[in-house]
């Protein structure tokens, strides 16, 4: 799988060069499954090598990043609404379910975003809910940018760092993504417990109905 992948990902960058970063990168934050995450990381390993510049290679990572996110959220932003009205609001639980996640991440979605950008599967879909949800262009912008910035020159530096053997850096990124899944899963669980606990709370500090005969 790994020799696969190194052979697959040196022909592209041996016939399209850096715009495999540009449009890798783009696609899948705009919200096509495209493991632009990994481009990033072989994009590194060939500056390792000497074969791509290492600063144009995170400077036009930042650039797909931020131009992907962005398409994601007017993706969102016009088409998601009548996505939701048509198929979502049919359900009156889904719909509450809706509600609420709007409520959330209109309070904490800059953070979404920002964080978002370091995990592979809310990566694709934070440009895309931001839109949806109609957090401020402005105020997105600024946390995908920041984000993007940080995203990219950590994950080429990696790549970059592990430059002297790809099976190397193969078995690294396996590892990081296992321990990825275990801290999400770890905080869903946290998170879980923590809304039963202040739902059975709020449901305990109800009072009975009185009843309208007692004076």
Request: aromatic residues 16%; contains cysteine; positive net charge.
């Amino acid at each position: 799988m790994a020799e696969t992948l190194f052979q697959t990902l040196s022909l592209f960058f041996g016939h399209y060069g850096l715009w495999v970063i540009f449009f890798g990168v783009m696609l899948e934050n705009s919200g096509v499954p495209v493991p632009g995450e990994t481009v990033l990381l072989f994009a590194g390993f060939l500056a390792y090598r000497g074969d791509v510049d290492l600063v144009w290679a995170i400077i036009i990572a930042i650039v797909g990043a931020s131009l992907g996110d962005s398409l994601g959220y007017c993706v969102g932003r016009f088409a998601g609404k009548p996505f939701v009205e048509k198929y979502v609001r049919r359900f009156s639980l889904l719909s509450r379910q809706f509600d609420r996640a709007e409520r959330q991440f209109r309070i904490h979605g800059h953070w979404a975003v920002f964080v978002g950008r370091f995990i592979t599967g809310l990566r694709v879909f934070a440009g895309p809910l931001a839109g949806m949800f109609r957090m401020a262009y402005l105020r997105f912008l600024f946390f995908n940018f920041t984000g993007a910035m940080i995203w990219a020159a950590t994950i080429v530096s990696v790549g970059f760092l592990f430059g002297g053997s790809w099976d190397r850096l193969v078995r690294f990124v396996e590892r990081l993504h296992w321990l990825t899944l275990a801290a999400i899963g770890v905080v869903a669980l946290v998170a879980a417990i923590v809304y039963f606990v202040r739902r059975r709370n709020r449901g305990g500090t109800r009072h009975p109905p009185q009843d309208s005969t007692q004076r």
